[in-house]
């Protein structure tokens, strides 16, 4: 199995709500990624866990909590979020440590995020 | 970190070669260069990567010039499943590396039938 599958495809949610994103690997990758992508641009990394454990997080603001349940298990958690947060959300792995420069990240298709 | 220059778009025919170049002049000796693709409504995939020497898997062949200030990867026969967003990547090999992939603006391939 080599695929990361992210759920749900799509979200739709009010600034008030609460709402999370996931992602899941079973490719025994210890390396899980979150980026955001807007419209017509590249993607941009959020966070990196390495072994469970925030490694990276990109000046992200506190709406976003992410989590790393287990090693097969990234979420995204979403909370009092604007309309400029509405993106592509991907979710990516990677064998052993985040930092291996020789190792390809998987990525998966992504969550298409729009907040009214 | 070192940046990648590519240009914005290109076009190719349908089961012709496509060379899809990368500049980048500042390139350390640690760094590897790596290509990733993204289609229409889809996640990035990985592509092929290398060091100093080419490099061909099953999707593509990677020719890094001598002095690796650039590179070009090659698609050998284009389909119109090839049309997407190429993006040439640099990875540093330090102790810092966070494993953040630094995406450029890539080059946007289109395949006519």
């Known amino acids: 199995d080599t695929e990361v599958t992210q759920t749900p495809k799509h979200l739709v949610m009010g600034m008030t709500n609460k709402k999370s994103l996931k992602c899941e690997q079973h490719m025994g990758h210890r390396a899980m990624y979150w980026y955001k992508q807007k419209a017509k641009k590249p993607p941009e990394l959020m966070f990196v866990?390495?072994?469970?454990?925030?490694?990276i997080n990109e000046s992200v603001p506190s709406r976003f909590s992410p989590e790393c349940p287990n090693s097969s298990l990234l979420n995204l958690h979403l909370h009092a979020l604007q309309p400029e947060d509405s993106a592509l959300y991907l979710c990516?792995?990677?064998?052993?440590?985040?930092?291996?420069?020789?190792?390809?990240?998987?990525f998966g298709p992504g969550t298409r995020l729009t907040v009214l | 970190d070192a940046k990648t220059t590519q240009p914005n778009s290109m076009e190719s025919n349908e089961e012709e070669p496509v060379h899809l170049p990368c500049n980048h002049s500042t390139i350390s000796g640690t760094d590897y260069i790596h290509w990733y693709r993204q289609l229409p409504s889809q996640g990035p995939e990985y592509v092929i990567h290398?060091?100093?020497s080419n490099v061909n898997n099953r999707m593509a062949s990677l020719a890094i010039a001598e002095d690796r200030k650039s590179s070009t990867l090659i698609l050998h026969r284009a389909t119109l499943r090839d049309a997407a967003v190429y993006y040439c990547i640099l990875r540093p090999f330090y102790s810092g590396n966070t494993g953040k992939l630094i995406f450029g603006q890539g080059t946007t391939l289109q395949v006519k039938p």
């Open positions: 990516a792995s990677s064998q052993g440590l985040a930092g291996r420069p020789y190792n390809e990240q998987f």
């Open positions: 290398g060091l100093t």
């Open positions: 866990y390495s072994y469970e454990k925030l490694s």
